[in-house]
């Protein structure tokens, strides 16, 4: 079974920065690296909205909201995906969900929460 487990988040003054860290368990290592990952956020009474997203060539997505301020990087050694958000505004703070994709399978995250404020 498939598992992810987010961490990383807390609370940040708007400019500052973040990284969040996602493991993944129970896929192999050839598996995990041909995966397509992503990071996801929901804002208190918004939608789910894709973030960033990673496959096996490298970042393939940013939203528009961050582009210039977020990156996204995997460790197929660790089986990990690191967000990593500089400059955050308010509108960053979320509920931030780590999304992994074998094929036809989707896997979540439980979410890790980001509050951005003063």
């Known amino acids: 079974q498939v598992q992810l487990v987010e961490s990383g988040g807390g609370l940040v003054q708007p400019g500052g920065s973040l990284s969040l860290s996602c493991a993944a368990s129970g896929a192999s290592g050839s598996t995990f690296s041909l995966s397509a990952m992503g990071w996801y956020r929901q804002a208190a009474g918004k939608e789910r909205e894709l973030v960033a997203k990673i496959t096996s060539g490298g970042p393939t997505y940013f939203a528009d909201s961050v582009k210039g301020r977020f990156t996204i990087a995997r460790d197929n050694a660790k089986k990990t995906v690191l967000l990593q958000m500089n400059s955050l505004k308010l509108e960053d703070t979320a509920v931030y969900y780590c999304?992994?994709?074998?094929?036809?399978?989707?896997?979540w995250g439980q979410g890790t929460q980001v509050t951005v404020s003063s």
């Open positions: 999304n992994l994709m074998i094929g036809a399978r989707v896997y």
